[in-house]
């Protein structure tokens, strides 16, 4: 007889797709806590941040990834490479496409891919948000999702509404080897914190501009201290990196207008986090053209 010890399953699952199909949405509806920042904005997603889900028979880690685009700059090239490297070692995939925008070429260009993992790690074909279109757009949606790839399993579901985020859930437990738990009960990520504070402060820093600046933006956490005389606060310095001088401005807005508002945003959202009080300082930095300079990539973490 198998003990309730040997069924337990653990191993590492990861959600591809192109920019805005939900994968954050997507990681932190089943992680059940904001792990992985999310924003209308394409390509938010730097970092391979880890969300957990713990349950009574498994323990199912989410890789994050970025979202998958033809390399325009030394940037794109490594953000590709790090989704490629997570996709070998992986046990699930599962490929997000949303259920209200046609199956373009961007997503047959992921399937491609995929498929030449496919034989190893098991793909899950993922139509996402299904809130916004009714039964018969989802219907079309899965025949036309089905036509890219050979997949293991295909479901729609809503981040949203939370529509079969459980039953994915499940499916992606069942493609995981047999294994104990490999992070103690009730920790999310393995992020390091200062990681998911940049991120937070990325994340206001993105709202509401347009174009190519977000990919300019860059976050570090420059330091991390108690506040002198207040020992319930916590006082952080970070840095926002743009490129140009022109974008320094856009992001630092009228008399200091918008970056203020990306502070107040962020504060909230990393008190919240860290369950403290905190002082945050933002500064702007200008990191002439840092996304093709490969010593400048570095010292931001890529
Ligand atoms: N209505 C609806 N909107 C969703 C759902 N899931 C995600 N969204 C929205 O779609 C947008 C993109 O979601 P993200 O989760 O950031 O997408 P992503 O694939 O991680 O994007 P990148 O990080 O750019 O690769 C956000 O505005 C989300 O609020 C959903 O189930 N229903």
């Given at each position: ?10 191993g ?196 509401g ?23 319930d ?5 970070a ?30 959202q ?6 403290s ?26």
């Amino acid at each position: 007889m198998t003990s309730p010890r040997d069924a337990h399953r653990s191993g590492f699952a990861c959600f591809v797709g192109r920019p805005n199909a939900g994968k954050s949405t997507l990681t932190n509806a089943l992680v059940g806590s904001k792990v992985a920042i999310t924003s209308d904005k394409p390509q938010t997603t730097r970092h391979t941040i880890r969300g957990i889900v713990h349950r009574e028979d498994a323990q199912l880690i989410i890789v994050d990834t970025p979202g998958l685009h033809r390399p325009r700059t030394l940037l794109g090239q490594r953000l590709n490479d790090l989704v490629m490297e997570t996709w070998s070692e992986v046990d699930v995939v599962g490929l997000c496409v949303p259920a209200d925008q046609k199956v373009g070429p961007g997503d047959k260009f992921i399937a491609g891919e995929l498929a030449k993992v496919a034989k190893k790690t098991p793909v899950i074909g993922i139509v996402t948000k299904t809130d916004l279109v009714g039964p018969k757009q989802v219907a079309e949606q899965l025949l036309a999702l089905q036509q890219v790839m050979d997949f293991a399993e295909l479901i729609p579901v809503s981040a949203v509404d939370g529509y079969q985020v459980g039953l994915l859930a499940d499916l992606l437990v069942g493609r995981l080897p047999r294994g104990p738990q490999l992070y103690p009960a009730g920790e999310l990520t393995d992020e390091p914190e200062q990681t998911l504070i940049a991120e937070l402060i990325r994340e206001a820093a993105l709202d509401g501009v347009r174009d190519e600046l977000p990919h300019s933006i860059a976050v570090t956490v420059e330091e991390m201290l108690p506040r002198e005389g207040r020992d319930d606060m916590l006082e952080i310095h970070a840095l926002l990196h743009v490129e140009r001088q022109s974008q320094k401005a856009i992001v630092i807005g009228r008399g200091g207008e918008r970056l203020k508002q990306v502070g107040m945003v962020s504060r909230k959202q990393i008190e919240k986090l860290l369950g403290s009080k905190v002082y945050l300082d933002l500064r702007v930095r200008v990191a002439k053209d840092w996304q093709r300079d490969p010593k400048q990539l570095r010292r931001l973490g890529f």
